[in-house]
C-alpha cells in the first residue's frame, strides 16, 4: 500500500531523473506554463475517467498524476527563485529546492490531517480529481487578473492543495487495485 511519503519518494526519483535528463529546462517556465501543464494532465486524467472505450495513449492515469504533482512542486521552486537565479542550477541546488518545497508539503500534510482527519479517504478518485481541475481553474484566474487577489487563498496554497490532493488520488488508486 503506498502512503503519502512513498509517493512522494516516487516523485523525487521522478524529479532526480528527469534532471539527468534535461537538467533544469524547467527553469525557463512561467507560472502561467506550469499551470497549462498541470492542465493538461489533470483534464486528461478527468477525460480517461469517463470515457467508455479504450484510451489510446498508454500513458497511465497515475504517470499522469505523478506529473501534476511534480509540475506543481516545480511551480513552487519557481515562486522561491528570484530573477537572478540561474537557469542551469546544480543537480544539488534543484534537489535542495525540490526537498525545501516537499518539506513545506509534509507539514501542510500533518497539520490538515490533524484537523481532518483522513476525510480524504471518503471521495471518489473522480471528486479529487474535479477538485484538482477547479483549483485549476483558480491558478488560471488569479494569473489572468495578474495576482490581484481579494479574498482567495495564496497561489502556493493552492499549488499544495493540488500536491496534496493528487497523492490522495495515487493512495487510493493503489488501495482500490489491492
Known amino acids: 500500500m503506498k502512503t503519502y ?7 523525487k526519483l521522478i524529479f532526480e531523473s528527469k534532471n539527468q ?3 533544469t529546462s524547467w527553469r525557463v517556465m512561467r507560472l502561467s506554463s506550469l499551470t497549462d501543464q498541470i492542465m493538461i494532465k489533470i483534464r486528461r486524467v ?8 479504450e ?6 492515469i497515475e504517470s499522469d498524476l505523478f506529473g501534476v504533482i511534480n509540475y506543481s512542486i516545480i511551480a513552487l521552486i519557481q515562486m522561491r527563485c528570484s530573477d537572478n537565479t540561474p537557469i542551469n542550477l546544480r543537480k544539488e ?5 525540490f526537498d525545501d518545497v516537499v518539506a513545506d508539503l509534509v507539514n ?7 484537523d481532518y482527519g483522513d476525510s480524504w479517504r471518503f471521495l471518489r478518485q473522480t471528486s479529487i480529481v474535479d477538485l484538482i481541475l477547479m483549483k485549476v481553474f483558480r491558478l488560471i484566474n488569479i494569473e ?11 497561489v502556493d496554497a493552492i499549488y499544495q492543495d493540488i500536491i496534496n490532493y493528487a497523492i490522495f ?3 487510493l488508486s493503489d488501495e482500490n487495485k489491492s
Open 93 to 97: 541546488e534543484s534537489i535542495k529546492l
Open 144 to 154: 489572468t487578473n495578474k495576482g490581484k487577489l481579494i479574498a482567495s487563498e495564496n
Open 5 to 11: 511519503e512513498d509517493v512522494i519518494k516516487e516523485c
Open 169 to 171: 488520488a495515487l493512495i
Open 21 to 23: 535528463d534535461y537538467g
Open 46 to 53: 478527468q477525460i480517461l475517467q469517463t470515457i467508455e472505450d
Open 108 to 114: 501542510l500534510f500533518k497539520k490538515k490531517n490533524h
Open 55 to 60: 484510451q489510446q495513449v498508454a500513458d497511465s
